[in-house]
């Protein structure tokens, strides 16, 4: 039989790991949103030429 404590102990790793997870993704969409934004940049740049 699992105890209220063990059961607790386990909820909450579960959950911390799930945040952590959510985090790290998060951080990896912003930053591939970031380098295409940065790319669509220099591209717009190039294609303008160097009058502007």
């Known amino acids: 039989m699992v105890s ?5 102990d386990f909820g909450y790793k579960a ?3 799930s945040m952590m ?5 998060g951080g990896y969409l912003c930053g ?3 380098y295409r934004l940065l790319q669509n940049r220099r591209a717009r740049q190039a294609s303008a030429g160097p009058e502007s």
């Open 21 to 25: 997870l959510l985090t790290a993704y």
């Open 15 to 17: 959950f911390s790991g």
């Open 4 to 8: 209220g404590k063990q059961l607790a």
């Open 32 to 34: 591939v949103r970031a």
